[in-house]
């Protein structure tokens, strides 16, 4: 396998014209694959069925004798603090056990900061001028969407497989008094799979900020879910800020919607003591209690970490070799060509995928007009504005394997063939 740029012209259009043939076999098959989101896959959400059988007309009262068929328990029921609060890593009164999603529980956290404040001794953001957030990319979509629904505006930071670019956030915060916080997806953060390191969440519980009332929202959304032995071990964020002397810098957020159904799944918020007060206070004029039905079948169905662990394996087992095919057939394909790199993560729901600048749109075009849809390119970006047109996030979860295979194979076919055009264009 040569580099493109050390083919001659008769050799450049010698290959191209033979990936326009593969590429026409494969419209012509007729494929309907859907990578657009990180689903977990019909085998995935079997594992938890049994969890439908545990809450019934035997199994209703929580632990304290709470009829969960009834309103109450604002901030869920004991044993599913306990449970989740080791999720977590905190404890039982740092944490928040509520409905079936934590994007709620996130967007809620902005809503009250907007309206009321963060804190009560900062005012309600909406009475300041500007609102600004740190988001380093590529990341999670959905919290961008929060921020420009809120009209915050964001601003991209790097990432490495550390996390993001520190030097860069330390100089921005420390400068900028509108700057109220940071999005965080600290464990195999969307969709690069990077894994932030004990220095960079001690520098980010600890460093200097204009703001009074900075916020890192930390999205746990991955913390169980790993694909290989021996998964990393990461400092805690509370125990971090509470170490740096900032218990309420952090909020953290998780949910178990990729670990049991994602559509009635278990979601919770986690923090100190006095954020989680001023959250219960605000979520009391909107609700008398979540599902606690869905948090006592939870409970009942795992028992403790040790289960939770468990079921993650089997987990593993399943999309494990669909991750191992998207490595095997891109380096198969394209792996000694310098047209493109990709992340190996070692947990989560992502790969992501750096193209040739100015490509990204373009391969993610051909690859929908073949069947393929891909996640828009740039979506992984504030606004969905890549600035040089680059990232594709691939989601393998939710396909069959064979699936994966032919659209590793047609997503390869599409990067060369856009890449052959650049230099086309490039030496015209």
Not at 402 to 424: N, P, R
């Amino acid at each position: 396998m040569t580099e493109f740029k050390n083919l001659n012209s008769d050799e450049l259009e010698d290959l191209k014209n033979e990936l326009i043939k593969r590429y026409d076999e494969f419209k012509t098959l007729g494929i309907q694959l859907d990578m657009t989101r990180g689903k977990p896959c019909p085998k995935q959400l079997d594992l938890s069925l049994d969890m439908l059988k545990c809450a019934n007309e035997k199994h209703f009262l929580a632990q304290d004798g709470t009829d969960c068929r009834n309103y109450g328990g604002l901030d869920g029921i004991p044993e599913a603090k306990d449970l989740f609060s080791s999720f977590l890593g905190v404890t039982p009164s740092e944490i928040i056990v509520g409905g079936n999603a934590s994007l709620n529980m996130m967007n809620d956290t902005f809503v009250t900061a907007m309206l009321h404040g963060i804190d009560s001794e900062n005012p309600p953001w909406i009475k300041l001028p500007q609102i600004k957030f740190i988001c380093p990319s590529p990341g999670y979509d959905r919290h961008f969407s929060i921020c420009e629904h809120l009209n915050i505006e964001m601003i991209p930071i790097g990432m490495d497989e550390h996390g993001p670019d520190m030097d860069t956030v330390e100089q921005l915060v420390k400068q900028d008094e509108n700057i109220k916080g940071i999005w965080c997806v600290p464990m195999y953060s969307n969709p690069t799979g990077a894994v932030y390191s004990d220095e960079v969440i001690e520098r980010l519980a600890g460093m200097e900020t204009k703001a009074k009332d900075f916020r890192i929202f930390c999205d746990n959304a991955y913390t169980v879910h790993h694909l290989a032995d021996n998964p990393p071990v990461q400092k805690n964020f509370l125990s971090a800020c509470k170490e740096s002397g900032n218990p309420e810098r952090v909020f953290i957020f998780g949910s178990t919607s990729k670990v049991t159904f994602a559509g009635a799944g278990v979601g919770m918020m986690a923090g100190s003591e006095k954020n989680m007060a001023l959250m219960k206070k605000h979520l009391a004029f909107q609700s008398i209690g979540p599902d606690k039905i869905n948090q006592l079948r939870h409970v009942l169905f795992f028992k403790d970490m040790d289960g939770i662990n468990a079921h993650m394996k089997k987990h593993r087992e399943i999309i494990k070799p669909k991750f191992d095919a998207v490595q095997g057939i891109l380096e198969k394909e394209i792996g000694a060509l310098n047209i493109a790199k990709w992340s190996n993560p070692k947990g989560g729901y992502f790969i992501s995928l750096d193209t040739q600048e100015g490509c990204a749109k373009k391969i993610a075009q051909m690859a929908s007009e073949a069947g393929l849809k891909l996640t828009p390119a740039g979506a992984t970006y504030p606004l969905k504005k890549n600035p040089v047109d680059c990232n594709i996030r691939i989601a393998p979860t939710f396909p069959p394997l064979e699936d994966i295979e032919l659209a590793m194979e047609l997503l390869a076919i599409c990067i060369q063939l856009v890449a052959i055009d650049k230099i086309g264009s490039s030496s015209g």
